[in-house]
């Protein structure tokens, strides 16, 4: 089946607006892509051409490449969202679980959020049997980590036309691979919908960086470009964005200062927001005005696509309100404490699949624009602090 069968074309101005739980504007979703090149094939892609133009077999030289983010990179964004408190989703090939298991492990302890990424990292098209891959990869990462992941995200967002029935009937919920909307969407498929995400190409190391060949700075750049409009767009609609890295990009020692750069002090939720509604926070805390009954986020009550009400895990934030403000301690050098609106949210509400059709709950009015949002994120060169001021919902 192709795209067009499964879902028909929508207007963003034709639709009821998106509404997040306390009239927050925006959800910023980052996605952390960690990969397994297997040095038997041409690799995924290149940042050393060959001296023929040829490719050659072991590609030693770009191996190394997308080694050095496994052995180095990725430990930087470990530092980095430990020290913001910030648990991204992982969009990980399931072999990464076998072959850099001290890494996995990593993510797991961090409760970085699994998104299946396929078994190894290769289209999807070159599978010689889809099915079995899938079930594979959601078997590996549900007994690493012990929950059956919820998400997919293809090898270079790759799909074949049966591939959505094969993620639905292996129990797949939402997908990244439809970079078509700023909001969630519902596509059909033969076993059930699926909901999709707004993952990125545009805020994307990869075509960012090693296809238009950017200076590491432009990275921030775009970010903050990006948030500014969305966030103002936001007052009328809420918006999804999404940044995407890979170690072996992002993770260099020349671009990660531009990485941190982007969200100095956040509360950036993971996809399960648009799933059960309940947003991943952390760091510590000092006074949160409008408490869940006065005790913070701890127990708040969350729905998840079934209606079923459900307990959120400590240290997590059921939705985010307008009303309140949180002193955030990031714990980052040359980062002052930083304000940002958050709070907790008792609203209970039906899901991504609501989101989809307009329905979801409004709750409060959104907030005010804040000032000098562009001047908050002015950089300095000696890397001081400097920032959007990203917020999880901001």
């Known amino acids: 089946m192709i795209p067009r069968d499964r879902t028909k074309f929508s207007a963003i101005v034709d639709r009821p607006p998106l509404r997040l739980p306390g009239g927050a504007r925006l959800v910023v979703w980052t996605v952390v892509n960690l990969e397994v090149w297997d040095i038997s094939r041409p690799m995924a892609r290149q940042v050393l051409p060959a001296p023929t133009g040829q490719v050659l077999l072991p590609d030693v030289p770009n191996w190394a490449w997308h080694e050095y983010g496994m052995r180095v990179g990725v430990w930087r964004f470990f530092d980095l969202y430990r020290r913001l408190g910030i648990r991204p989703t992982v969009s990980i090939n399931a072999r990464v679980c076998e072959d850099y298991e001290r890494v ?33 990869s959601v078997g590996i990462i549900e007994r690493f980590t012990g929950e059956k992941p919820v998400g997919w995200l293809g090898p270079g967002l790759t799909e074949t036309e049966d591939t959505p029935e094969l993620l639905a009937a292996a129990g797949i919920k939402y997908v990244g691979d439809w970079v078509y909307d700023d909001e969630p969407t519902e596509i059909h498929t033969a076993n059930g919908p699926l909901i999709t995400l707004p993952y990125s190409v545009e805020l994307n190391d990869i075509p960012m960086m090693i296809v238009q060949h950017h200076e590491s700075e432009y990275f921030t ?12 767009e936001g007052a009328e609609r809420a918006k999804i964005m999404a940044i995407a890295i890979h170690p072996y990009i992002s993770g260099q020692p020349h671009r990660i200062k531009y990485l941190v750069l982007c969200h100095p002090c956040s509360d ?27 005790g913070g986020a701890r127990g708040a009550r969350s729905h998840d696509l079934a209606g079923q009400s459900s307990r959120a895990p400590a240290g997590t934030r059921a939705g985010a309100a307008a009303s309140g403000r949180v002193r955030r301690r990031t714990g980052l050098d040359g980062y002052p404490n930083c304000r940002s609106r958050a709070g907790q949210c008792a609203h209970d509400w039906a899901g991504a699949a609501a989101l989809c059709r307009g329905r979801a709950g409004g709750g409060a009015a959104a907030p005010a624009e804040p000032t000098g949002l562009r001047a908050q994120a002015g950089r300095r060169a000696g890397g001081e602090a400097a920032g959007s001021g990203l917020l999880g919902a901001a």
């Open 104 to 136: 996995a492990r990593e993510c797991r302890d961090s409760g970085w959020e699994f998104m299946g990424h396929a078994y190894e990292q290769m289209p999807i098209h070159r599978v010689e049997d889809q099915r079995a891959m899938i079930e594979r």
């Open 221 to 232: 750049t775009r970010v903050i470009d990006t948030f500014d409009r969305l966030y103002r």
């Open 268 to 294: 950036v939720f993971g996809a399960d927001l648009l799933l059960r509604g309940i947003a991943v926070g952390g760091g510590s805390e000092e006074a949160v005005p409008g408490d869940v009954d006065g």
